[in-house]
């Protein structure tokens, strides 16, 4: 099992920036992706960036350009740098960490961080 606590979430203005962080609970040794989802009010719950433990990265076409997703594969933390926020953004946005397995791959979720931008 791995715990996922995100952190950094908040509200801002259009145009703001915020950074968004989650901590894995222990280190991860095999093949495994991380990434953040988010969840706006009344929609599913879309990928907004991955990265692989080795660095590669994919995100949104929503979000390109704008946010940058970063993995600290020492500390077992994953970082989403959000800039130039828009009111569509604001969503409930979710850590995640796919552990690659023989059968299965192990599929662990944080609890959610909101991150509202309003005027």
């Known amino acids: 099992q791995v715990q996922l606590v995100e952190s950094g979430g908040g509200l801002v203005q259009p145009g703001g920036s915020l950074r968004l962080s989650c901590a894995a609970s222990?280190?991860?040794?095999?093949?495994?992706?991380m990434g953040w989802y988010r969840q706006p009010p009344g929609k599913q719950r879309e990928l907004v960036a991955a990265?692989?433990?080795?660095?590669?990265?994919n995100y949104a076409d929503s979000v390109k350009g704008r946010f940058t997703i970063s993995r600290d594969n020492a500390k077992n933390t994953v970082s989403l740098q959000m800039n130039s926020l828009k009111p569509e953004d604001t969503a409930v946005y979710y850590c995640?960490?796919?552990?690659?397995?023989?059968?299965?791959?192990?599929?662990?979720w944080g609890q959610g961080t909101q991150v509202t931008v309003s005027s």
């Open positions: 995640n960490i796919k552990i690659r397995g023989g059968v299965w791959d192990d599929d662990y």
């Open positions: 222990r280190s991860i040794f095999r093949l495994n992706t």
């Open positions: 990265i692989t433990d080795g660095g590669s990265t």
